[in-house]
């Protein structure tokens, strides 16, 4: 066991969780740990929120040091790409001519921002039109958002709406363009999304409800066309969402639907490849069937996982999904895995900011959140699943440790 080389793909947070789990889990082997990016590996969520707003530095966001990786006597390539996975001899082939053989492979690609699919969005390279991924997105994007700036998000996911706050915040003029009329609603129900839409509004977002055909560059001037007209901008962020990054999953000739599939234990259709993170279409032991989940938590969550099941160890990919928001003075956090047609309760009062909401498939409880009321999130994931009256949950006198 000790003997074994491990290589790890990807220098995001789940690639960075297994490698530091492997070293404090007593595995000697060796380790590398490769990446694209120049950047040590660093959490991804301050990017839309407290970097994009100058409020923190990326070492207050990054997994280790230097040191660290030099301690633990982990091997890092960062700044350089993969081209393919040569499965039958074991070896991984690099863009700068190396090659870099393993024992056993983890696959932490992630994803990689939305063009528009075959047909790219039209003026998506144009200057001044950014995406949001990496670290190098975000510093250009701060870079342009100043206090007056145009600023126009094409997209109305939880990236967009997240850095339609920040610029807010920052002084900018903000327009949304949502394809339909209450963002999220098609993920959270309308009575959560109009709720945030209202939210966005009172702070000065102008979310219109529209269809983008594409940005111009017009005598030196962004335009967003859209079927309700052209409509200038001077920083455009396309947020039309995420494709996991499979294209190595598939040189290795592993199986891949809407993501690389791995069993509960995290191993690929190769027993010798794990994937995880964004790119993990993983058996869920709980929910019985496959899910691909792109969270901080369950990027931590899978590197532990890939680490344990490396070390031989008997554990599987159990727990509930759960991510959390910052937007303007709404703090939330949600932990389940509710379909678009769930039921929901609201628990307190919505008008006040500060509720929990249920979704409910009949009474059978199949997410919550928390929103502006904390501490209590362990109360809320040991309620989903189980199937309580909606009257009772939308009761504030019966205490959720009573429920």
Do not use: C
């Amino acid at each position: 066991m000790a003997e074994e080389s491990i290589v790890v793909l990807g220098a995001g947070l789940a690639g960075a969780t297994t490698v530091t789990e492997l070293r404090e889990q007593g595995f000697t082997g060796p380790i590398t740990l490769i990446g694209d990016e120049t950047e040590l590996p660093y959490e991804r969520p301050p990017l839309s929120k407290e970097f994009l707003q100058g409020k923190q530095k990326p070492e207050e966001f990054t997994v280790h040091d230097a040191s660290w990786y030099q301690e633990n006597e982990i091997t890092l390539r960062l700044g350089v790409s993969a081209i393919s996975i040569e499965a039958d001899k074991s070896q991984v082939l690099l863009a700068d001519g190396s090659a870099v053989d393993y024992d056993r492979l983890v696959l932490a690609t992630g994803s990689r921002a939305n063009f528009g699919g075959d047909e790219p969005f039209a003026g998506y390279d144009l200057p001044g039109v950014h995406t949001l991924r990496k670290l190098s997105d975000a510093k250009s994007l701060r870079a342009e958002i100043t206090d007056g700036a145009r600023v126009s998000v094409i997209g109305s996911g939880w990236i967009g709406m997240e850095v339609a706050a920040s610029a807010r915040q920052l002084g900018a003029r903000v327009t949304v363009y949502s394809s339909s009329l209450l963002p999220l609603s098609s993920v959270f129900g309308e009575r959560f999304a109009h709720h945030l839409l209202e939210l966005h509004q009172r702070h000065g977002v102008d979310v219109r409800q529209a269809k983008v055909q594409g940005i111009e560059l017009v005598d030196g001037q962004l335009q967003v066309l859209s079927d309700l007209g052209s409509s200038p901008a001077d920083v455009v962020l396309l947020a039309i969402g995420a494709v996991p990054n499979v294209q190595l999953a598939q040189t290795a000739g592993l199986e891949v639907d809407r993501g690389v599939l791995v069993d509960a234990s995290l191993r690929s259709s190769d027993p010798r490849i794990l994937a995880i993170g964004d790119i993990a279409q993983a058996t869920h032991a709980g929910l019985g069937e496959r899910v691909r989940v792109e969270h901080w938590d369950n990027a931590i969550r899978q590197g532990k996982l890939a680490a344990a099941t490396l070390l031989g160890k008997d554990e599987s990919y159990d727990w509930l999904p759960y991510f959390f928001t910052d937007q303007f003075d709404l703090g939330m956090e949600y932990v389940g895995h509710n379909d678009p047609g769930d039921e929901s309760v609201i628990r307190g009062d919505a008008e006040s900011g500060e509720f929990i909401i249920f979704w409910q498939n009949g009474q059978k409880i199949t997410a919550a959140a928390n929103v502006n009321i904390w501490d209590v999130n362990d109360d809320l994931r040991a309620l989903v699943g189980r199937e309580i009256p909606a009257d009772r949950l939308a009761d504030t006198e019966i205490q959720l440790t009573e429920l």
